[in-house]
């Protein structure tokens, strides 16, 4: 098993050498060179916390639109007055009454 500080390396086969036959009766490996090294695996919550320190204002607007998702599913449970039903008395009082 690896450790995190250990990276994997990407090989691709080295340049084109003698004939196959000519290598095999060589005893001579494929060489192989180093491409790329792969980051090590993170978890889920280590990528958020990066994207979340790299783009704080993506986290803000982002905040914004849950708290917008969130009110317009809890709207039919918001504790609001009827907007049908109407005070007539005080509708015709003067103002400031």
């Known amino acids: 098993m690896s450790t995190p500080d250990e990276r994997a390396e990407l090989t691709v086969p080295g340049p084109a ?15 192989r060179m180093p491409v790329a090294v792969l980051p090590s695996p993170r978890s889920g919550g280590a990528r958020i916390r990066t994207w979340m320190r790299k783009n704080p204002l993506s986290v803000a607007g982002a905040a914004i639109v849950l708290a917008l998702v969130a009110m317009a599913l809890l709207a039919p449970y918001l504790p609001l007055l009827n907007p049908i039903r109407m005070n007539v008395p005080k509708r015709f009082s003067p103002p400031g009454a």
């Open 17 to 31: 050498g003698p004939p196959a036959a000519d290598r095999a009766t060589r005893g001579d490996a494929p060489e």
